[in-house]
């Protein structure tokens, strides 16, 4: 039966917790109540990207794309938009400031976007198996069961050139590989769901919106290597994915999709969930690995590699979940199809959490190649609040700084690398002039200071040293002395830790260093902040010629800082100040300044 | 088959599977670590190993890394010197430098490398955590401010023991070595085998020092000071004053601990020798009668604790015979003290082991005599230390011999200090016992060697007795399953006799034995003790005329009441976790 209308509520957790979920449900409760529940179809999605503007409600036929949706507005989209067949201008997105766009893909935030890895999210319920299959769902898994060789499935991923979304970008079809012509008679196949970047939710939001891709994809890479398990590991901080995960790997079950015999075609595969308890460093393959086992996560030296020896010392092949979401697209189109997508380096797209001071945060996918530039000023509308550009942060804690000079870098695997940063798995943090360079770099360190599993001794110990030191330009008791210093720890790190974790961690110092060597100056020379964030280094005065009296600042202070007589200009203790900043926002006549 | 590659551009060839670290090293060429130890699978927690390939800006781990055909390794060059002293420095900032009051001031492989670096002062502020130590058991303790979390006592109390005593706690900057669950040592799974101790790079666990003990009995004039000495602190002590491991100095040890004050010296090996006399007899009679098999050796207290804990089901299977060293405590106090009219009471009964958990074997409800039959237990280490204190020139003594009549030895009693060495011993008389005559050849080849599993059979004309020797605590697992699931069954396993050693190579390589235990080191330590069997002209234990007499004045015969009284002992079942 076909509905008159279809409407589309985002499921993912950013608009869960603006409460799309109650949207949903006051839409399928009006239009039982409005005598329309036969012609209307309420489906929750997965994300759709344009979190900034969440939670957004897409109604088919027409297109309509709601956004910053509220619960009593499921009145009016039944009784408006289904029955009367009238758009509801004041809830489609971009109304206040231009005309409504006639169609989604015209709204600037997606114009620039291709989605292969999210190409379900926010079209799919992705609690129902047959909406996936509908969309081409498993129907790679079957070519890749009856049509393909085990070569033939790796071949295709080689022609493809998919490379690992997880950072590093090693070929993936060189990891099935050496895990196929691995010797042993059991293998595994592992998903890497252990997503932890600050700010990053690629993989939580694939998962959420379509995890059957996942599930089908690591059953081609089963049948492809000789595997007969395979296992997700994922943080328990994302109870809807693995919800999501649970109630699909369920109804894959129930479809004879995973399990014994699948398809009739003689193959058993099953996949297991292992919750992770959300140590960032179990993202690292060997610690995840160890993880599964039930061993304390640490990573191990490599060789051996997962490959030759993973699981339980059994060969395995472990990719994150982007990768895996790439796969059943791949098989089914064809890997000259996904060679087609990107550039000669770096092949298909690549999905980002952009967020930080840009104006549309959200989850991006872009063909490879695409520039930081169209990222942050097309697809992100540029700076929130006017501010000015200062710098991209790409790869998270282990990638760097890239500034306005190097915003035209094509995006790939080679380019990023060149200017000292990396793809990492995916986030994307955009910062304005308000942002202090060494406070940023303390932030991603005092991160992987905080998650650095404290086995090898560069990372445990480095880390800690390398923080201190950059604790002590914040504060301005820094010398070049101590610049040195951490020079020399970072190539000890770099050099010497185990894993990718304390290898990496240094380089957002290093590039900021690198790129804004005069703000370190400032800190260390000058004993200045000049974003005016490192609270040593700063203070709070009042204008007397702005200054009316009005006591506003003196009554919001919450440390009594602030003195003056009623209608006088008053003055800051500055001995007292804790330099909140507080007074700063409240005056309305620019009497405070910060130095 | 044969790899070939360069090592800082000088040609090597190895086995295939030999690593970059252990290839450079037939080269000559040292690379530093910390954190790695032969006996242990590389860890990478120092990262100090670091190489590089030429052509290449990738680091590799020189002890996890495989040689490949045509690699062309650089181990030392600018860049890697900057990294190790980085790392050595920033290890040395979170590790006091309280060197001369360390039990390891000397033997500290941290304070090697800060030499050969030498690091002149500490460029990183130093942080230190509050200094909190754990010496719970009063036998081992862990002293976690010194510890540099290279691993290795966690690996060997996990990995080569199967114990998981030991874990890391806490992570980042805040990781710890620590006992399980964050318990108090002696509420946690140890067997106190010490294992940890002879592994740590630095002075982060170490034995309680009970060598004040002897000496303050030795200066009361109203003790009369025995001792007595296992097999295999005659061939590792020497170590303690430049002599190469494995070479015998029982006679020196004899004249040191004469020098020392000890009134009497007697030797372990005469209790070995009476251990072989029950235990062997045990088994006959095991077999004989139809009793509970296979039968363990109960001389190793590693071993003891650890089916007390893990395998209680399987201690009826353990041989009542108590160890060489608490038989030696057991006759000191009983027999020869009658025998020359002196009061137990006043004797002070001194062993000298090459083991940490003897000092806990001691504390064992087995005493023959009303008083402790052994009341301190010293390690080889901490001998060590006396004899040197005492300004004695152990290398160059004068040799001398045990006093009788309980401290003669036969060349069975001392290979109990190797792996096989009991089974070998027992065979020996068990031989014997069954049929009457002497076994030809004395040598069991199917128990020696380095194999974590030795299976075999000795015919015992037409009785085939089935035996396994296992060392290195976590090798038992396997065969310890198969004995206890087939007990559930209500079968038997195949075995007959089993000889289990909490250590890997056995006693040679105690946790009380001095520090640098390696393979290597453990073959000439095996070789000292094995050589010492052949210069004796007895090598049976019932051949012993001292045990012929003992039996005779005292103990009738193997199993006898008096015996029984005497030498054996029983078993109790332990919790894992001792609060619980």
């Not at chain 1, 309420?42 to 409600?57: A, H």
């Not at chain 1, 006088?568 to 100040?577: A, G, L, Y």
Request: charged content about 25%.
């Amino acid at each position: 039966m076909a509905f008159k209308n279809y409407i589309l509520v985002c499921g993912g957790t950013a608009c869960e917790s603006s409460k799309s979920d109650q949207i949903y449900k006051n839409l399928i409760e009006e239009a039982k109540n409005q005598g329309v529940a036969d012609q209307v179809q309420v489906v929750k999605t997965g994300c759709f990207g344009f979190c900034e503007q969440g939670p957004i409600v897409k109604v088919l036929p027409e297109d309509s794309f709601y956004v910053q949706v509220k619960p009593e507005d499921a009145k009016e989209i039944i009784s408006e938009h289904v029955i009367k067949g009238r758009e509801i201008t004041r809830l489609q997105y971009g109304h206040h400031v231009r005309k409504a766009y006639e169609e989604v893909e015209d709204i600037q935030f997606y114009k620039k976007q291709k989605r292969v890895v999210l190409r379900n999210c926010g079209k799919i319920d992705p609690e129902n198996i047959d909406e996936y299959i509908a969309c081409d769902g498993y129907k790679a898994l079957e070519k890749a069961l009856f049509e393909m060789s085990e070569d033939d499935i790796i071949n295709e991923l080689k022609i493809a050139g998919l490379r690992g979304r997880g950072g590093a970008g090693f070929p993936t079809w060189m990891k099935w590989n050496f895990t196929k012509q691995a010797e042993g008679d059991v293998k595994y196949v592992v998903c890497n769901a252990d997503e932890g970047d600050p700010g990053a939710y690629m993989d939580r939001s694939t998962l959420e919106g379509d995890p059957h891709s996942v599930l089908e994809a690591m059953t081609i890479c089963g049948k492809a290597i000789g595997a007969h398990q395979g296992f997700i590991y994922i943080r328990a901080e994302y109870p809807l994915a693995i919800h999501r995960l649970e109630v699909a790997m369920k109804q894959a079950r129930e479809y004879g999709l995973l399990g014994k015999d699948i398809l009739g075609s003689g193959f058993d595969y099953d996949i297991e969930i292992r919750l992770g308890a959300g140590a960032f460093v179990c993202g690292e393959e060997t610690a995840l690995l160890q993880s599964i086992e039930g061993h304390r996560g640490m990573p191990q030296p490599r060789p051996p590699f997962p490959a030759v020896k993973g699981l339980w010392g059994k060969p395995t092949v472990i990719n994150n979940v982007e990768t895996w979401a790439n796969i059943p697209a791949i098989i089914v189109n064809g890997g000259a199809w996904f060679a087609s997508i990107g550039t000669e380096d770096s092949h298909g797209t690549k999905v980002f959490a952009l967020t930080g001071k840009i104006c549309n945060s959200g989850l991006v996918e872009v063909p490879m190649g695409t520039t930081l530039r169209e990222i942050v000023f097309d697809i992100g509308g540029g700076i929130a609040n006017g501010k000015k550009f200062k710098a991209v942060q790409t790869g998270g804690p282990s990638g760097g700084v890239i500034t306005e000079e190097n915003l035209d870098t094509p995006i790939d695997f080679g380019s990023l690398m060149k200017i000292g940063s990396m793809m990492g798995s995916g986030g994307m943090i955009v910062m304005d002039e308000d942002d202090c360079i060494v406070d940023v770099a303390k932030f991603y360190l005092d991160f992987t200071v905080d998650e650095s599993c404290g086995k090898c001794a560069p990372c445990r110990i480095g880390g800690k040293t390398l923080n201190a030191l950059l604790g002590k330009i914040t504060e301005g008791k820094a010398s070049d002395e101590d610049v040195a210093q951490m020079r020399q720890i970072a190539l000890a790190m770099q050099k010497g830790s185990l894993c990718a974790l304390g290898q990496t961690a240094p380089n957002p110092v290093l590039s900021t260093l690198k790129y804004f060597p005069e703000e370190y100056e400032a800190h260390i020379r000058d004993k200045k902040c000049p974003s005016g964030k490192c609270k040593r280094l700063i203070s709070y005065s009042i204008d007397p010629t702005k200054c009316i009296g009005c006591t506003a600042c003196a009554r919001k202070c919450p440390v009594g800082a602030i003195s003056g007589e009623l209608k006088k200009p008053h003055s800051i203790n500055t001995q007292v100040c804790i330099k909140c900043g507080v007074c700063k926002e409240t005056c309305k006549f620019s009497a405070i300044s910060v130095k | 088959m044969k790899i070939h590659l360069t090592i800082n551009g000088i040609p090597v060839e190895v086995e295939a599977g030999t690593s970059v670290l252990e290839a450079a090293r037939q080269a000559g060429i040292r690379i530093p670590t910390l954190c790695y130890h032969p006996d242990l699978k590389p860890f990478g927690s120092c990262g100090l190993c670091v190489c590089k390939q030429e052509g290449s800006a990738k680091i590799l781990r020189a002890c996890a890394t495989p040689c490949a055909e045509g690699m062309k390794i650089i181990t030392h060059d600018a860049e890697l010197y900057e990294v190790r002293k980085t790392i050595i420095e920033l290890t040395m900032s979170t590790h006091p430098t309280s060197c001369l009051t360390c039990v390891r001031n000397n033997k500290c492989e941290l304070q090697k490398l800060a030499i050969e670096y030498g690091i002149r002062e500490q460029p990183f502020k130093p942080r230190l955590r509050e200094r909190v130590v754990d010496d719970s058991t009063h036998i081992i303790t862990l002293d976690p401010y010194k510890c540099i979390k290279c691993g290795r006592c966690v690996q060997v109390c996990q990995e080569l023991q199967g114990v998981y005593a030991l874990e890391f706690i806490g992570r980042g900057d805040s990781t710890s070595m620590s006992p399980a669950a964050n318990l108090p040592l002696n509420e946690s799974p140890c067997i106190k085998c010490g294992q940890c101790i002879t592994h740590c790079p630095v002075g982060a666990i170490y034995e309680q020092d009970d060598v004040s003990l002897m000496m303050k009995a030795i200066n009361d004039p109203n003790k009369i000071v025995a001792v007595q000495m296992a097999p295999s602190v005659r061939v590792a002590i020497g170590e303690e004053f430049g002599l190469e491991p494995g070479e015998i100095t029982t006679g020196k040890l004899y004249t040191a601990l004469r020098r020392l004050g000890v009134d009497y010296v007697f030797d372990t090996n005469f209790g070995a020798d009476l251990t072989i006399m029950e235990e062997a007899s045990e088994l006959v009679e095991r077999i004989k009668d139809g009793g509970v098999l296979p039968q363990f050796t109960s001389c190793c207290p590693g071993w003891v604790n650890y089916v007390e804990e893990y395998y209680p089901e399987l201690l009826d299977n353990l041989s009542s015979a108590k160890s060489p060293m608490m038989m030696q405590g057991a006759v000191t106090k009983t027999y020869w003290a009658e025998k020359l009219g002196i009061d137990p009471a006043k004797i002070y009964s001194v062993a000298i082991m090459p083991c940490t958990a003897k000092k806990d074997e001691i504390r064992r409800p087995m005493n023959a005599s009303d008083y402790k039959d052994v009341d301190v237990v010293l390690t080889t280490r901490e001998l060590g230390r006396i004899i040197s204190q005492y300004g004695i020139d152990f290398k160059n003594l004068e040799e001398s011999e045990v006093d009788s009549p309980i401290g003669e030895y036969t060349g069975a009693a001392t290979i109990f200090g190797v792996t096989g060495g009991v089974m070998e011993a027992a065979v020996r008389s068990a031989y014997k016992f069954v049929t009457g005559s002497e076994l030809d050849n004395v040598e069991v080849n199917a128990v020696r060697g380095m194999d974590e599993v030795k299976k075999g059979t000795v015919d015992f004309k037409g009785t085939p007795v089935r035996v396994a020797v296992i060392h290195g605590m976590a090798n038992a697992k396997e065969i310890l399953d198969e004995v206890r699931d087939a007990k559930l069954r209500g079968e038997r396993a195949p075995y007959e006799f089993i000889e289990i050693m909490a250590c890997r190579g056995g006693c040679i390589a105690g946790g009380g034995q001095p520090i640098g235990t390696d393979d290597e080191v453990r073959a000439k330590r095996t070789k000292g003790l094995y050589a010492d069997d052949e210069k004796c002209t007895l090598r049976r234990s019932h051949e012993n005329p001292s045990i012929i007499k003992i039996y005779d004045e005292y103990l009738e015969k193997p199993l006898s009441h008096k015996a029984h009284e005497t030498l054996h002992t029983s078993y109790k079942a332990q919790k894992v976790y001792k609060d619980e």
